[in-house]
């Protein structure tokens, strides 16, 4: 990292990192030059050096965020989601920024802006992507970042915290409309996701050979939280699986997007206002605490680890509690 050469009779050290503004002091004495080379390196190791203004001027945001997207993402869970936010970023102007150029301000514009069209938790999660991404550039990539442009804005507070259970009737008319759909499947997802209290990715992921009908229990290899659970079947599970099983290693021949259009359709037909897809898994979990299951045994079907979490997903009605309290 440090050089010294002699030259006219005096010592002249230099000190470089990669994509940072070398540093130089000349020096008399040879004792002089090395304890100075030896402070800088170690104060370079701590803190870095002043960043090389042509290294930043080269580099735009979309080239971090391309590298990201190409390098980083395919490795995570969540790819499929976190690609197309990426890829819907790249088009944003600042991403064609010099990240000399770059600062909190711009990126509390976007937040502002953004925040008139989706809800806190979506841009929560899309600064949570770029706030990764700088990290990674300065951390890895050798781009001399002296800070991350996204930690110095405010996050918006969020809670997707819902409420929202099946009411009366509902259910059939989900069914119904379901029906109308080309394939079978939506029917069946729906049912199961209510029966079970899986998400939506778990389900579209399962695969024949995890599922043991007769003994009425499910392995899901991979969930959310990195870890594998096994979840009993109701018998009315069973009997729609049974109806399901045609062939094929999947469970359910459908795609995330698939299931969203579906969704889409579903809802209109039926004319129902304000339910999601993953309002099926507040239902399932509020079900299983109202057939009075405990809170260790929810949490063996759903997953959670958090007794607080699960909580979150629980919305018992009044007239249940009433009608234990007699």
């Given at each position: 990292?440090?050089t010294?050469?002699k030259?006219?009779?005096?010592?002249?050290?230099q000190?470089?990192?990669q994509g940072?503004?070398?540093?130089s002091k000349?020096?008399?004495?040879?004792?002089?030059?090395k304890?100075w080379?030896?402070?800088t390196?170690?104060?370079?190791?701590?803190?870095g050096l002043?960043?090389?203004?042509?290294t930043?001027a080269?580099?735009?945001v979309a080239?971090?965020l391309?590298r990201?997207r190409?390098?980083?993402?395919?490795?995570k869970?969540?790819?499929?989601i976190e690609?197309?936010?990426?890829n819907?970023?790249?088009?944003?102007?600042?991403?064609k920024?010099s990240?000399a150029?770059?600062d909190g301000a711009t990126f509390?514009e976007?937040?502002d802006?953004r925040?008139?069209t989706?809800?806190?938790c979506t841009i929560?999660?899309?600064?949570?992507?770029?706030?990764h991404?700088?990290?990674?550039?300065?951390?890895?990539?050798s781009?001399?970042?002296?800070?991350?442009?996204?930690k110095?804005?405010?996050k918006?507070g969020s809670s997707?915290?819902r409420?929202?259970?099946?009411r009366?009737?509902e259910?059939?008319?989900?069914?119904?409309?379901?029906k109308?759909c080309r394939?079978?499947h939506?029917?069946?997802?729906i049912?199961?996701a209510?029966e079970?209290?899986m998400?939506?990715?778990?389900?579209l992921?399962?695969?024949?050979r995890?599922?043991d009908l007769?003994?009425?229990?499910?392995?899901?290899?991979?969930?959310k939280n990195g870890e594998s659970?096994?979840?009993?079947?109701?018998?009315?599970?069973?009997?729609?699986l049974r109806l399901?099983?045609?062939?094929?290693?999947?469970?359910?021949?459908?795609?995330?997007?698939?299931?969203?259009?579906?969704w889409?359709?579903?809802?209109?037909?039926?004319?129902?206002?304000?339910l999601?897809?993953?309002?099926?898994?507040?239902e399932a979990?509020?079900?299983?605490?109202e057939?009075?299951?405990?809170?260790?045994?929810v949490?063996?079907?759903?997953?959670?680890k958090?007794?607080?979490m699960?909580?979150?997903?629980?919305?018992?009605?009044?007239a249940?509690?009433?009608?234990?309290?007699?």
């Amino acid at each position: 990292m440090a050089t010294i050469r002699k030259r006219n009779g005096k010592y002249q050290v230099q000190v470089r990192v990669q994509g940072c503004k070398p540093i130089s002091k000349t020096f008399s004495r040879l004792d002089d030059a090395k304890t100075w080379a030896r402070l800088t390196e170690i104060e370079a190791e701590q803190t870095g050096l002043p960043a090389d203004p042509r290294t930043l001027a080269r580099t735009t945001v979309a080239d971090i965020l391309e590298r990201y997207r190409d390098e980083v993402i395919p490795k995570k869970r969540g790819r499929e989601i976190e690609t197309i936010i990426v890829n819907a970023m790249l088009r944003q102007p600042w991403c064609k920024r010099s990240l000399a150029k770059i600062d909190g301000a711009t990126f509390a514009e976007y937040r502002d802006a953004r925040l008139q069209t989706v809800q806190p938790c979506t841009i929560k999660r899309e600064l949570g992507i770029l706030q990764h991404a700088f990290d990674l550039a300065a951390r890895e990539w050798s781009i001399p970042l002296r800070a991350n442009p996204i930690k110095a804005i405010s996050k918006p507070g969020s809670s997707n915290k819902r409420d929202r259970r099946i009411r009366k009737g509902e259910l059939i008319r989900l069914f119904h409309a379901a029906k109308q759909c080309r394939g079978k499947h939506m029917r069946g997802l729906i049912l199961v996701a209510i029966e079970t209290g899986m998400r939506q990715g778990e389900l579209l992921a399962a695969k024949w050979r995890d599922i043991d009908l007769a003994a009425r229990q499910w392995f899901i290899p991979l969930t959310k939280n990195g870890e594998s659970r096994t979840i009993p079947l109701t018998r009315r599970c069973v009997r729609t699986l049974r109806l399901l099983k045609k062939g094929g290693e999947r469970v359910f021949d459908l795609t995330r997007e698939a299931v969203k259009c579906s969704w889409r359709r579903i809802i209109k037909r039926s004319g129902i206002e304000d339910l999601n897809f993953h309002d099926l898994r507040h239902e399932a979990i509020s079900r299983f605490f109202e057939r009075g299951l405990s809170v260790p045994e929810v949490s063996l079907i759903s997953g959670h680890k958090d007794a607080r979490m699960l909580f979150r997903y629980t919305h018992m009605t009044a007239a249940h509690v009433l009608a234990k309290l007699g």
